[in-house]
């Protein structure tokens, strides 16, 4: 194989395996099978283009002209002409696909569906890398810079996923890039013929030195420098301290403890894809639960609380977090004269739920889960540490059902100083109208509880609000404030607004996040989806403690005691405390055909078509990705056995039962006899010299190895053999070569330790030769194809060069 041709092959996998941090955006992932076929028609008309050879600047024209053909063919092609030309309709069937994956990528969560101008995006991405990759590592000899683009298409699928191109994703980004800059340096050195090692070194002690002590080769140096910089890059970020998640982690509040009673709780925003969420045209299973609660619509399940109110967003606080105790506290500020009622839920995550914090009914009293979870007080919020996360959890968790009257909190005793000044903190930045407003709204109202309520009322249903979730969410004074003018929103801004309100007024409040109480099954239980994502304020009152309130009009249940009738509620059967099969989270029920994708994000449809459309997809991989995770799975873990597995069957084939009697098979049977001799010696450090005879090739063989008695007189036997077949005029067969070859083998086991042997065992050194042969192969094949396309060329010009026949 010639290098650029190497190098070609190089830049297109290092582009592909740079790709796969784009696979978990999309599901299926199937695009990466298009994208491949593209990029490898680029590449290989990038090779054609050298080959003639054409300018640099042509070679870079003529792979864009193809990558636009095969584009227009694969995603314009009834538009276009002659189904590939690209032609007017074709440019504004294009145009159109890119708005509408743009409009995709705006609406829909990760992992998105594979719709059609999604995949043109995809791959028109790879092949616009792919183009930079080829052009600056083989056209223009610069393999270096080629990594530039390689991380830009790594950095955007991080950033795509909020942090969660895993390990394994830069893995393959990181092995595509050293593969790169070795097939360039291989090719450099190969410009200079072939490589010395320069001057010798002495042998260490105890092992085997190489044939005039050379230094190993550049291109094995460059390897292990490579190996050595990768793992450096992956473990270095986990002994760093701040970066505990390293390339491993996906952030985003978990502790940082051992597992012991400390550590912190970061401050983060867990809101960032909840409008993502509550766009979702069909709705999908995060968890299903069983209660034994006769009302479910006030049974929020909270994830955290978001208390500190920066000016830019609400947040969470940084809070000492602690080992998760058998019986949680009792909340803070709640009197025994309030009335409550315990509640035991039993919970299933469905496997495609991925969350650092555990969804509980506020306020839990006690909760039963497996795994790496941590308790933090003040928000009463269990959050995962050392990546622990929901993802097809099982728990239960007994609950305070909290019912204060309004009696109780209109007379409520005054709050405790220090809550009062942590939680009415606002930015000195908050607009004027905001605190205007409230006061205007809550103008006449005696004490805070009616003034929460008033502007509960005035948010959900006297103030003209409009939920909306396609506003531009924001999350500062500006979008409180914009909020408050153009009266248009969804739950943030609604939460936020009331929250940011109520601590003007000097009432204690918080946002909570998490999810609405989900839509009851006709099995008894309770499935919640995606679309039920939701943020909601808390505000304090001594007494009853942390109290929610329901701004957000057309979404939740407003408290009963945020309203003048208390309705019935409805029963959804008892359940007894203890987990069940049936909670385990299915596909939810079909989408009605009457309610459009419009009316399902504005949540118009009612709970059974809001919680409708959930597909199997949503909870588990589909087969064909089982199928090619589970073949890419085997593939890895075949190769570290593929130079085990190739030796045993050579050594196999060259000491197996002899063949044929005649002399030149018996030839044959002392020349592989020797062959493996000469293998097992360089799979123990002694590495071949073809100049030697056999016999000092013996010598050197026992003198290296470090050979015992018995083990030396089987080479010298082997190596009499091999010069009697090479040089006598009718050579003997010698009975008992392959035992010989077994004694010498067991000599050098006997005198390496444990770590030789190992490697020995896993990465034998003459496992080159496999490489070696399939070069060779490759370059009888290539040279046999040039030829007949020589011979080919000729013929056609020799045809047109013939002189015309005479007439007459």
Known sequence: MSGRTRLTLAAWAATLMGSGALLPLVRPATWIFTAAFVLALVSGAGAVARRIPLARPLTLLAQLAVALLALTALFAGDQAVLLFLPGPEALAHAAELFRSGAADVGHYAVPAPDTEGIRLML???????????????????????????????????????????????????????????????????????????????PARSGSA??????TASPARTGRRIGAVAMGVALVVPLALPGFSGGLFGEGGGEGDGDGGGGGTISAVNPLVSLQNNLRQPEDREVLRYRTNALDTSGLYLRLVALDQFDGTSWKSSVRPIEDVPKRLPRPQGLDRAVATTEVTTNFVASDGYEQKWLPMPYPASRVDVDGRWRYEPAGRTLVGDDRQTTRGTRYQVVSLDVRPTAEQLATAPPVPEKLRREYTQVPPSLPEDVRTTALEVTKGARGNYERAVRLQDWFARDGGFRYDVEVESGTGVQAISRFLKDKEGFCVHFSFSMAAMARTLGIPARVAVGFMPGTPKADGSVSVGIRDAHAWPELYFEGAGWTRFEPTPSRGSVPSYARPDTPSGTATGTARPQQSASAQPSAGPSASESCTAQMRRQGDCGPEASAAGASSGGSGPDAGTVLLWSLGALVVLALPFGPLLWRGRVRARRLGPAGARSPAGTAARTLAVWQEVVDTAWDHGVEPDESR????????????????????????????????????????????????????RAGFRASADRRTRLRVLLAPRSAARLRWSAGARWVSVTDAWSLRWHTAAGRVTSSFRRPPRETG
Do not use: K, M, Q
């Open 123 to 201: 791959v028109c991405g790879v092949v616009a890398i792919g183009l930079l990759v080829d052009g600056l590592a083989v056209t223009f000899r610069r393999a270096a810079p080629a990594g530039l683009p390689l991380l830009a298409l790594y950095s955007v699928a991080a950033g795509l996923s909020g942090g969660g191109a895993g390990w394994l994703w830069f893995l393959l980004a990181a092995s595509g890039y050293l593969v790169l800059l070795l097939a360039e340096s291989r090719d450099r050195l190969a410009a200079w013929g072939r490589v010395f090692g320069g001057a010798p070194r």
């Open 209 to 214: 030195a190489t044939a005039g002590g050379t």
């Open 693 to 744: 005879t056999p016999r000092n090739t013996a010598d050197r063989i026992v003198r290296l190895g470090g050979l015992d008695e018995e083990a030396a007189r089987a080479v010298h036997r082997i190596a009499g053999a091999v010069e009697e077949t090479l040089y006598a005029p009718r050579p003997a067969a010698r009975p008992g070569l392959a035992e010989e070859a077994v004694r010498v």
